[in-house]
């Protein structure tokens, strides 16, 4: 069956560093995006990319970045870590732009 | 701009009793709409969706919603609550943008669902 996966699942990590969170998808979608979710707010789109080579910043995209090179995988980079990105990371994708999104499992992420 | 509005962070039900969730939207454009349902540790998973076609959308675990357009509403709602839909629920709008270009999905802040024994 078709899903997407991320991985690890959790991981703890230090202020500074820099950290990738992996998201895979075998559904060959070419819409696919990066939220976090933290008390109070809801679900907040980081980043997304709508085919190979295509990125797009979303409303909470400071101190993180992507890169697409193929269609199954977006991989999400926080460039220095934070305390303030302490948070739980959605991956999804979807079929079509105006589509449902189908989400991951997700990735608790602590940073220390 | 889209936005979404959940009312009631949390909604507590007796086992048996009709399971009622608000949401509503703004939109300048017709929107597409959906439920999802969030278990502890876990993704989001659809609910069910509007695309437009009837306004009377039946989903998955016996969950339907009514599209109202004249109330900017999308209510999830079911019959009968079990133990098992103890959850958070999140309803969610998908518009085009002014440009015409992207389509931009939008979540409401939630609602946690309690179903007591």
């Known amino acids: 069956d078709a899903e997407i996966t991320q991985s690890p699942r959790h991981k703890i990590t230090e202020t500074g560093r820099q950290v990738t969170l992996a998201c895979h998808q075998t559904?060959?979608?070419?819409?696919m995006f990066w939220y976090r979710q933290d008390l109070g707010h809801g679900l907040r789109l980081i980043h997304y990319?709508?085919?190979?080579?295509?990125?797009n910043k979303g409303e909470v995209s400071d101190g993180y970045s992507v890169s697409r090179s193929n269609t199954e995988d977006l991989p999400l980079t926080l460039e220095s870590a934070a305390s303030s990105q302490t948070s739980v990371y959605f991956c999804?994708?979807?079929?079509?732009?105006?589509?449902?999104?189908?989400f991951g499992p997700g990735t608790r992420l602590t940073v220390t | 701009a889209q936005s979404v509005t959940q009312l009631g962070s949390h909604v507590s039900v007796s086992e048996g009793a009709l399971v009622l969730l608000r949401c509503n939207y703004s939109?300048?454009?017709?929107?597409?709409l959906f439920w999802y349902v969030q278990y502890p540790n876990q993704g989001l998973q659809l609910l069910l969706k509007?695309?437009?076609?009837?306004?009377l959308v039946k989903g998955i675990n016996g969950f339907e919603a009514e599209f109202k357009k004249s109330e900017t509403s999308f209510h999830l709602t079911k019959p009968s609550a079990h133990m098992s839909d103890a959850a958070e629920y999140f309803c969610?709008?998908?518009?085009?943008?002014?440009?015409?270009?992207?389509?931009?999905?939008?979540f409401g802040k939630g609602t946690l669902l309690t179903v007591n024994p």
């Open positions: 999804a994708s979807s079929q079509k732009r105006a589509y449902e999104q189908y």
């Open positions: 559904w060959n979608h070419n819409n």
């Open positions: 990319s709508y085919g190979v080579h295509d990125t």
């Open positions: 939109s300048s454009v017709p929107p597409y």
């Open positions: 509007y695309t437009s076609a009837a306004t």
């Open positions: 969610a709008v998908s518009a085009m943008n002014s440009g015409g270009s992207n389509y931009k999905l939008t």
